[in-house]
């Protein structure tokens, strides 16, 4: 199993904010089970993370689907609306403030081995290769999306399936205004 605690108190140990945070929940140990494994993590006396035993019964487990892994990737800020939760309340809201607000600090770490500048150049370098990969997906849905409705249409417009929405809801409507008068004139008949 991958240590994960190290990476965490990484981060944590360059923002006293957030070891303050886990401060109350010291002793507390939580589980995250990804289905394929489970990391258990303690939360020390100095607000810092530790391995808990895997026997080690969690004040909270936050369950994810390994399936809801690049859904949380790409949008840290609703992570958690893709997990189950149960146990602690207090303390889940505690981790996942922590998961949406502790942010790596690149440069600063790249500084340290290879000098400001170039931190700073490699840092942009990787902010400009992730900015065009994106850039080149938006365009490749809009390419693909273009395709599939102009030409070979496979799918259909919004407006589209709207209109004709529209247009059933009008005819149905219309018919049983059509049947009602049918049995109005039938009974003026008969």
């Known amino acids: 199993m991958i240590p994960i605690a190290p990476f965490i108190n990484h981060l944590l140990a360059q923002e006293s904010w ?24 303690k939360v020390g006396a100095d607000g810092l993370l530790e391995t808990a035993a895997a026997d080690a019964v ?18 840290r800020e609703r992570a958690f609306s893709y997990v189950r939760i149960e146990g602690d309340a207090e303390f889940a809201n505690t981790i996942s403030s922590l998961s949406q607000n502790l942010r790596w600090e690149a440069e600063e770490d790249l500084s340290k081995l290879f000098g400001d500048i170039a931190a700073v150049r490699m840092v942009g370098l990787a902010k400009a290769i992730h900015q065009t990969a994106l850039e080149t997906h938006q365009k490749i849905q809009e390419n693909l999306a273009e395709y599939f409705l102009e030409e ?7 407006v589209a399936v709207q209109g004709m929405s529209t247009e059933v809801s009008k005819t149905r409507d219309d018919v049983e205004r059509l049947i009602k008068r049918i049995e109005k004139l039938e009974r003026m008949r008969g």
């Open 18 to 41: 957030a070891r303050n945070k886990l401060l109350p929940h010291a002793g507390h140990i939580a589980c995250i089970d990804l289905q394929t494994m489970q990391v258990r993590l």
């Open 152 to 158: 070979n249409p496979m799918l259909v417009r919004p």
């Open 58 to 75: 969690p004040q909270v487990t936050i369950h994810i689907k390994l399936s809801d892994l690049p859904l949380i990737a790409q949008n």
